[in-house]
């Protein structure tokens, strides 16, 4: 199995760079996903969330109202380590699972794991290969303003929140450009996914070898 992290900045093209892959034959896990059913209400997780922010951050229907819950970890990094310190040993529980679910079925998966915030939270060690989704700023905005229906200045603003594709691109295996239309961003995946494939084959008899 071929562990592969993808992550990008927002709107930068992860979601459709993946769907591509997934084409191609690659499985897909979405850690956002899979930290969303380890709070749903209920859970061990869910109710340490709520023992630690209090009720405040629950909505009408008892679920975590993550927007809220966002907004108090975005100003406040020891609050932010404590939910971290909460979410993800679930979080990894839930994703040696599945790739256990993955590796039963098929040994030699190339698996894509769709992280947004891959380096901020520093899980590089989790994976064979990384690839950076690389869009140029300007192009995040436009898209931002078109998918969300952002102003330019709102857009702006989500874009300076976050850690910058040039600080992300020296931590990435691959950097994929995802500036040009989807017709010659899907030929680029064709080369991309021939790459991987090679990547795991090349892991495969690297551990043969060894054993
Ligand atoms: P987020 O993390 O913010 O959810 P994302 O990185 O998953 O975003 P996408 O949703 O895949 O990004 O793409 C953002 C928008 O840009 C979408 O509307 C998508 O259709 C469009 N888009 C992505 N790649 C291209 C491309 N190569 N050419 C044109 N449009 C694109």
């Not at 892959?21 to 969303?36: P, Q, R, S, T």
């Not at 859970?43 to 629950?58: A, D, H, K, S």
């Not at 256990?100 to 891959?118: G, M, R, S, T």
């Not at 594709?165 to 295996?173: H, N, R, S």
Request: aromatic share 6%.
């Amino acid at each position: 199995m071929l562990k592969v992290g993808l992550t990008g900045g927002i709107a930068s093209g992860k979601t459709t760079i993946a769907r591509l892959l997934v084409e191609k034959g690659a499985y897909h896990i979405d850690f956002d996903e899979l930290a969303h059913d380890v709070e749903k209400k209920g859970t061990p997780v869910w109710e340490q969330i709520v023992r630690n922010f209090g009720p405040g951050i629950l909505l009408e229907d008892g679920t975590i109202d993550r927007r809220k819950l966002a907004q108090i970890v975005f100003k406040n990094k020891e609050k932010l380590n404590q939910l971290n310190q909460i979410v993800h040993p679930a979080v990894l529980e839930k994703w040696y699972k599945c790739l256990k679910d993955i590796a039963d079925q098929n040994a030699q998966a190339i698996v894509l794991n769709d992280v947004p915030l891959l380096f901020e939270v520093g899980l590089q060690g989790l994976f064979d290969h990384i690839i950076l989704i690389y869009s140029p700023p300007d192009i995040q905005i436009k898209r931002l303003m078109e998918r969300n229906g952002y102003t330019e200045e709102e857009a702006k603003q989500r874009l300076a929140a976050q850690m910058s594709m040039e600080e992300k691109v020296p931590l990435a295996d691959t950097v994929f450009d995802n500036s040009l239309p989807l017709e010659e961003a899907k030929t680029r995946v064709d080369i991309l996914w021939e790459k991987l494939t090679r990547l795991q084959k090349d892991k495969y008899l690297e551990r043969r070898n060894s054993t």
